[in-house]
């Protein structure tokens, strides 16, 4: 398999490139970040999807401050992401903590900022905690405690944003249809691209086409399924198999002479839906890169489309029921 340097992009409505795979951050410790963003961008990743909620900008800022000082990138090159925890979903937030995640990254802008989610959690001060998490005292079992902050004023301060120029492209993630549609009545700048959960166990098709009716991209996360739910759903990942390990997967892999994971990737991709796998593996990193150089037949595609079983593996109802976005 011949290797690619740098994976294909899509044009936002901005005009901005926009990688179809690129390297999730969710979940990389604090002491392994600045090395894996280091080796992604040597490898040829131009996306490096991060939040602050994952407590690893910092460090990823670091990796990304080495390849560019050692002349491997140009920061235009990468396109850098974030996104806005629940707690500052207040307007008077929203700006704050934009400039907190910048700092962090010790870049000038960001090219894409999400809102994480459409809930909205008490402020936490970050001279009190940093990121703040779910609960309000911090605590894994703490009460959750919710925050008047009506998403249309969320918005108008994610707008102001871009007039700052602190970020070129704002969007959105965790998203259901209903409240996509509601924001597309009153944004005065429209979400450039929606990220939400979809792997061939959760395929949401219905979803992937509203957004593209209105011009909105689509990124996945957690393409491999239950892979990165084990500890935290297990009642769910117990309904399945692993995808890598599923007879269809394996069977289109081998005619393929590629991976499972690669070929759980190219079935997203080539239907022009960015993916943000991540490994601490060197070898699997350029694999999950080089799903782009796959060419799955419709038959192939349609075959994974039939293992779509609406399983979801990340829903904030199952930590608190006012957080249902799905229900």
């Known amino acids: 398999m011949t290797f690619v340097s740098a994976s294909n992009s899509i044009k936002l409505p901005s005009g901005d490139s926009y990688p179809l795979t690129g390297l999730g951050l969710w979940k990389v410790p604090q002491h392994a970040c600045a090395e894996l963003v280091y080796t992604a961008l040597k490898i040829g990743y131009r996306l490096l999807d991060g939040a602050a909620d994952y407590d690893n900008e910092v460090q990823a800022g670091e990796g990304l401050i080495r390849a560019v000082k050692e002349g491997i990138v140009k920061r235009e090159e990468v396109t850098i992401v974030s996104k806005l925890w629940n707690t500052y979903h207040a307007a008077e937030h929203v700006e704050a903590a934009c400039r907190r995640s910048l700092e962090d990254w010790k870049v000038d802008y960001f090219d894409v900022y999400y809102v ?3 809930i909205s959690l008490k402020y936490v001060d970050p001279k009190v905690r940093y990121p703040p998490g779910w609960s309000y005292d911090g605590t894994p079992t703490g009460p959750l405690e919710l925050e008047d902050s009506p998403f249309h004023k969320t918005w108008e301060a994610m707008e102001k944003l871009v007039t700052l120029g602190l970020v070129r492209n704002i969007a959105i993630s965790n998203m259901s249809g209903g409240l996509v549609m509601d924001l597309m009545r009153y944004a005065r700048i429209k979400p ?3 990220q939400v959960e979809l792997h061939p166990y959760h395929a ?6 509203l ?3 209105f011009n ?6 957690s ?3 239950p892979t990165s739910w084990v500890g935290i759903s297990d009642n769910v990942i117990a309904k399945c198999e692993s995808l890598f390990d599923h007879s269809v997967i394996a069977g289109i892999a081998q005619k393929h002479n590629a991976t499972a994971a690669q070929v759980v990737l190219r079935w997203a991709t080539q239907q022009g839906v960015t993916v943000i796998p991540k490994s601490s593996d060197e070898k699997r990193l350029k694999e999950n890169l080089e799903n782009e150089l796959l060419s799955l037949t419709e038959g192939e595609i349609k075959a994974i489309d039939k293992l779509d079983a609406g399983l979801r593996f990340a829903d904030p109802g199952a930590i608190d029921p006012r957080l249902a976005m799905y229900a």
């Open 216 to 221: 909105i991209h689509v990124t996945a996360y």
């Open 223 to 225: 393409s491999f399924g």
């Open 204 to 209: 949401q098709q219905n979803l992937v086409r």
């Open 116 to 118: 994480h989610m459409p």
């Open 192 to 194: 450039a691209v929606l």
């Open 211 to 213: 957004a593209q009716a």
